[in-house]
């Protein structure tokens, strides 16, 4: 499987981007698609996952109320529509896969080449 990130941009604070994931190659429905971040100098950090299916997701404390993840299967992309933007959102963001539902980069593979996100104040 292969990923590819794209949306990013430069936003003032308070506004908002919408990130997209297209997966191309052997997808499976089972597969658990993931947004992470790194900011420079910090270590990666996940922010939002969900299952194909839609009917599963799970947010990072910073996203919850702000961001929204969904998935498109017939499209083979992962949405992550942010909004109320802040400057500590900046950071370059990637989107991989897991076979199973947790928050922990280490379970995820597939990483796409990531998008960077800048938020000015």
């Known amino acids: 499987v292969q990923l590819q990130a794209s949306g990013g941009g430069l936003v003032r604070a308070g506004g908002s981007l919408r990130l997209s994931c297209v997966a191309s190659?052997?997808?499976?429905?089972?597969?658990?698609m993931g947004w992470f971040r790194q900011a420079p100098g910090k270590e990666r950090e996940f922010v939002a996952a969900v299952t194909w299916s839609g009917d599963i997701t799970k947010y990072a404390d910073s996203a919850k109320g702000r961001f929204i993840i969904s998935s498109d299967y017939a499209k083979t992309t992962v949405y992550l529509q942010m909004n109320s933007l802040k400057p500590e959102d900046t950071a370059v963001y990637y989107c991989?896969?897991?076979?199973?539902?947790?928050?922990?980069?280490?379970?995820?593979?597939?990483w796409g080449q990531g998008t960077q996100v800048t938020v000015s104040s």
């Open positions: 991989a896969g897991s076979t199973i539902v947790t928050s922990r980069p280490v379970a995820y593979g597939n």
């Open positions: 190659g052997r997808t499976f429905r089972s597969y658990y």
